[in-house]
């Protein structure tokens, strides 16, 4: 038998990873897989992989939930020096409605602000970086043999350039980084590294509600750092109980992506234990066309070696985060060949005239906002990617469904609230006056910064494996922050006047599939596909009632015969010029929307023989951005400059974006 190059580097991988399981194993970990009772083993709407009660409020036409999926807390390096305080126990209890404290001190050591959610969140994944952990517990515990250490000592001291010295091995070119050799000298790098790993996944169990009331469910998680060059190529994993792995890798064990799913597929998914995992990708609006590209295996592969790969990328990432406090992902105009589409110029973060990375990646440069930017920086073309992949492999590595979160340094998970926006990066980022780029200790103004957005699932009940499942099968969207009801289905069957029917999503789920899923077979040569979407808007809370909406939108995305990738926007509900609009000093909108927008849609140009797919993207009515709240605070003629600068955006439209749902033809 013949093994060329890749497939050997693959298979060592994987002999790591199995290794690295059984020289870091313990006593505890890896768990046996539970003995589950009889109502759970025989439950047919979820399938448990952890003893729980049953969900008193649980549905076979799924549930309405709301998290965030991307936070972080006092143990993540960067916080940590930007004078973050916030343990994970009570960033879980915040996200439970509870109130934090925030910097800035006073001078005598006080707090000055409190923060609380307007709306408890339902789920939260803390994904504090796995890069560091050890260093950050060996330099900030007393008794630790490395606390005395000139590195550590620096750390405390915090800043910006102590920062970039403790973290520059994640920004440079090494293919083999490691660990800081000044700690790991005189202390244990690899324990240290698994206590913190240990009191991450225990913190999450602490604040999980396993009684049938199932008011919050919290994810084991974590960060994988890596910004080779600096270019983004971070990843969430999130795992579906507390089966997990005794340390999970971090870019310091494996530095490439096919490394980190090698690892975990073998220590986790392979684990027969329960172990369960997913990556989702995140920023790759900094990535500089490296974090989704036409695919390079690194050696020749064979047809069916590709298809291997990229089905293995699937399993491991089935969703992507399109919104969060560093930018919206969906999509960007002034790429040559793509269409331009208004609506794309909402929460950029980067410049309008921008070098176009073409069909090679940038060399790097995107955590700092320089370097080309790629049409693969944004989703939309992705998935417009993965049916080209599609046509030439027979798999499709970018399915992938959408999620939103924060990427919160303040241990704030789902603080996204415009009218109320703290800040998301410690001292950093504190005060109205550095927050309008007055004060800039960052790579970018703070000004082209956001609150983040929200993770919307669609599950049977609010538990981790009827979540999970979810994720799976991509039944998620992402709101820039409101909490926006959308339902989106897609069948061939579906009566024209399914929106005046009670039954909108009985029909939905009986007749079709939902976001994320998969047309089924056609039923005849002249059908074409029917998509019903409906969405109702946030209401709000007391003294911030929700706005209005303006539009619903279905996008749709296909490569043509000739193989070109291809794109179409329809606007099937509401009204994009129905002159509403906002009072800029007051933030009081003026004109109307709607409540509730439904429509019910036939593709008239669809073609049986091209991939496609369809995804719903429903716009508010205009709103005053955290920028204009903040501006509203000083005096007219005290007010800092990005406030009269008109690229700064001080007016924005919220919006909702779902998974997509994909037709492809028969091969």
Request: net charge negative.
């Amino acid at each position: 038998m013949v093994i060329n190059r890749a497939r050997m580097i693959l298979l060592v991988l994987l002999l790591v990873a199995t290794l690295s399981v059984i020289a870091c194993g313990s006593e505890e970990w890896p768990r046996t897989k539970p003995d589950l009772p009889p109502e759970l083993e025989s439950d047919t709407l979820v399938t448990y992989t952890e003893v729980r009660e049953l969900c008193d409020c649980r549905s076979e036409y799924r549930n309405l939930y709301f998290g965030d999926l991307h936070a972080h807390t006092i143990l993540s390096y960067d916080a940590y020096i930007w004078k973050t305080s916030t343990t994970p126990a009570q960033a879980y209890e915040f996200a439970k409605g509870g109130q934090l404290a925030l910097t800035p001190l006073d001078s005598n050591g006080s707090d000055t602000r409190y923060v609380r959610l307007s709306r408890p969140l339902d789920f939260v994944a803390l994904t504090d970086h796995q890069e560091f952990l050890a260093e950050y517990y060996l330099c900030t515990d007393k008794g630790s043999a490395a606390y005395d250490t000139p590195i550590c000592q620096k750390y405390r001291e915090g800043g910006a350039v102590n920062l970039l010295e403790f973290a520059l091995i994640l920004l440079n070119l090494n293919t083999s980084p490691s660990h800081n050799e000044e700690l790991c000298t005189v202390a244990n790098c690899t324990q240290a590294a698994q206590e913190m790993w240990h009191t991450i996944v225990e913190n999450a169990e602490n604040a999980y509600d396993r009684s049938s009331a199932c008011t919050f469910t919290a994810f084991p998680a974590y960060e994988y750092t890596r910004n080779t060059n600096t270019s983004d190529r971070n990843r969430n994993v999130i795992f579906r109980n507390s089966q997990v792995p005794v340390l999970p890798p971090s870019f310091m064990e494996q530095w490439t992506e096919q490394g980190l799913w090698a690892e975990l597929n073998a220590t986790c998914l392979q684990a027969e234990n329960g172990c369960d995992c997913i990556a989702i990708p995140h920023n790759s609006n900094w990535a500089n066309g490296n974090k989704f590209t036409p695919l390079d295996y690194g050696e020749p592969l064979s047809l069916e070696e590709q298809r291997e790969a990229a089905a293995l990328r699937a399993r491991m990432e089935p969703l992507v985060e399109i919104q969060q406090h560093k930018g919206e992902m969906e999509c960007k105009n002034g790429f040559e060949g793509v269409p331009d589409d208004p609506d794309c110029d909402f929460e950029e973060i980067r410049e309008a005239d921008f070098p176009d990375c073409g069909d090679t990646p940038g060399e790097g440069g995107g955590v700092a906002g320089l370097g080309c930017l790629s049409r693969y920086d944004y989703i939309r073309n992705v998935l417009k990617l993965g049916l080209s992949e599609w046509v030439r492999t027979g798999v499709n590595p970018y399915k992938l469904g959408i999620v939103g979160g924060t990427d919160d340094h303040n241990g704030i998970p789902g603080k996204v609230e415009e009218y109320d926006y703290p800040g998301h990066m410690g001292i950093n980022d504190d005060t109205a006056e550095e927050r309008l780029g007055e004060v800039r200790t960052f790579p970018l103004p703070y000004e082209l910064y956001n609150p983040g957005g929200l993770t919307a699932v669609w599950a049977v009940e609010n538990s981790r494996d009827a979540l999970f499942e979810a994720f799976q099968r991509r039944e998620t969207y992402s709101t820039s922050g409101p909490r926006i009801t959308v339902r989106f289905f897609g069948g061939w069957e579906y009566p024209a006047d399914m929106c005046e029917d009670d039954d909108f999503v009985v029909i939905g789920y009986e007749r079709g599939v939902p976001m994320g899923g998969d047309l089924p077979v056609r039923p005849d040569a002249t059908s074409a596909p029917t998509f019903a979407v409906m969405a109702i808007k946030d209401p709000g809370v007391e003294g911030h009632p929700g706005a209005d909406l303006q539009q619903i939108q279905i996008i749709k995305g296909w490569v043509d015969a000739d193989g070109n990738e291809m794109e179409e926007i329809i606007v099937v509900a509401g009204n994009p010029e129905n002159g509403a609009s906002v009072d800029t000093e007051t933030c009081e909108r003026i004109g109307e929307g709607w409540e509730t927008l439904c429509a019910v849609w036939t593709d008239p140009d669809f073609d049986p023989d091209v991939p496609a797919f369809y995804y719903v993207r429903v716009i508010e009515n205009p709103s005053c951005s955290w920028r204009q709240y903040d501006c509203n605070t000083f005096p007219e003629g005290e007010r800092p400059e990005s406030c009269s600068d008109p690229t700064i955006a001080k007016i924005i439209q919220e919006r909702a974006i779902t998974s997509p749902i994909w037709y492809e033809p028969d091969m």
